[in-house]
């Protein structure tokens, strides 16, 4: 009978753990069902990046508020974390602070949970108040209406609620406090409940200690559900970000193959394809498969901070398009399609895309393609690749250009620049006075 | 202007077997737009003055096919690209300036992935590093102690991370420089590019080149200076939208140097 809380504790962490990897591999799988990139150049670059932009956070201080308050986040997310092993440890064999043998090195670890736990606390206080009562714009903009803007506020409910379970869990400790080593900030908390009996505090540690666990799991297991994901996505979308100059567009192998063949004067344009050739490829994006893993791995790992948006020249003189808006519509028609495969093994074509019944063509031709919602994003991720793919499909597949760029690159074929200027002009400025 | 333009073609350089140290890539704006071509003369002036030994390419020079794959036409933008190679590699060109930030992209960073590798550079890296070199005078003159505002071209600044030869020129030509709130890696676009030059803008509450020349004029600048001929023409058109034309004058740094120095 003695062995069932560690029973119970076993069987809670591997049902929480079992439950995120599957959810994980699920992800795995849907960014999968993009078209495969080679990321294989550039190894020390993209550790270098990793390094600087995901752990070293280079880009969330350029907002010096909001960065300094997530660096807390942060840090104490990592740092406090090392008390979870403590806590599974304990779990599992049934003892009782298990570290506490280290000393006064534990002491310092645990005033440094202690410490972080509170200015975690007070760090999400703020977020909570930037998004519901100063109400800073990016946090209201129309896609950020219903399960966006409640998701944004549960994680901050679960952070406080953790951080004040963790703080709970120690100031009730009675034996903890005895030993007085690192409740810097617990012992506050404890003088205020002097007056409680004994064993009234062992029932306030121990429920404060399993939903602490518990909510730990709950909360990783939230993820998968949530915008929350950056957590862990950050670091791989940072390794696999580009690592050439912004204004360098891919280039698309496919077209270079058929202009090559356009452009050698022997080819035969009757010629039968040769037995066993390759479709053609379908030329830009209308739905997720479309798109690479990498602009797939980005749809994930947007954490919807909107600084993207908040950039975005369209977007500030109110057009329809948001950068944001596009990673979000990218991740939820994703998920639908790995529905679809949950259910059919294989996707079952559902009529619907990602263009037109998530994001529309008025969105994709408002941008200026000036890199300014790329440039912003604290964890790389490239709005404007998804942008372009989509135009590719819309000009190259659907010849559906407004009407004015079409004039433009029909210009640009007959007379070689975008205006209807005759080339042999070009050099006219010269004798102009 | 004192004397008149030298500015040789490539064909011609070809005749005398010889080769120029620079291509001047004019670019379709720099050609055709009345108020880009004045930026293309004051830049060839300062090469003369430089005495820069450069060409054009004249009639055989094409749109580098920037407007058409920023709008989703791949293909054209190819088929420009192979064609410009063809003619580039004919003549052995081996360096390339532009006063076009847009050209200046396209030919440095997605010609090599079609075979054409060039070391090209934007007019005002170039100026800069004549300067640096000795061979160009930049000098204050009538612009010395002058308010003046920089609008970072998106295809210079955040796509190439240029930020500092503009601002350079800038400071040597002794004006009293005030950056906009939204400036270098957060610089506003001017609205044209991704081939919105060529397009009607999707419907809004402003249009961008009135947000961003707003935001100029707030620095209270007697020019906000450009890099970029079709943000020269934005910025221009958001001037006139504020009726500001005759306080406020939109110029290509280039055309500032030339104008300094009296060329």
Redesign the interface.
Known sequence: MQYIPNILFLVILIFGIGYFTKNIRKIIRNIKLGQAVDASDNKGQRWNNVIRIALGQSKMV?RPIPGLLHLIVYLGFIIINIEVLEIIIDGIFGTHRIFSSLGSFYGFLIASFEILAVLVFVSVIVFWIRRNIIRLKRFWNPEMKGWPKNDGNFILYFEMVLMTLFLIMNATDVHFQEMNNGNIVSKYIAGWMSVTPESTLYIIERVAWWLHIVGILIFLNYLYFSKHLHIILAFPNVYFGSV??????T??ES??N???L??DPSADPYAAPPEGAETPAK??ASDVMDLTTTQLLNAYTCTECGRCTS?C??N??????SPRKIMMDTRDRLEEVGKNVDKNVEFQPDGKQLLDDYISR?EL????????C???CPVSIDPLSII?S???????EQSA??N??N???TN??NN????P?N????????N?? | MSEALKVPTMAEYMAQGKQPEVLFWVGCAGSFDDRAKKITKAFAKLLNNAGVDFAVLGTEESCTGDPAKRAGNEFLFQMQAMMNIQVLDGYEIKKIVTTCPHCFNTLKNEYPDLGGNYEVMHHTQFLKSLMNEGRLKVEGGKFKGKRITFHDPCYLGRANNEYEAPRELLQKLEVELVEMKRCKTRGLCCGAGGAQMFKEPEKGNKDINVERTEEAIETQPSIIAAGCPFCNTMITDGVKAKEKEASIQVMDIAEMIANAADL
Do not use: H
């Open positions: 350029v050439t100059p912004k204004g360098k567009f280039n698309l077209v270079t058929e202009v090559k356009m452009m030329f830009g950039e020249p369209a500030q003189t109110g057009k329809k398009l008025e031709w408002a941008c200026t393609t000036c890199n300014a790329v440039e912003a372009m989509m135009r590719q499909y819309l000009v190259m250009a407004p004015e760029l004039i433009t690159m640009i074929e070689a620049a975008p205006w200027f080339q042999m002009d070009r050099a006219n400025w010269i102009e006075s």
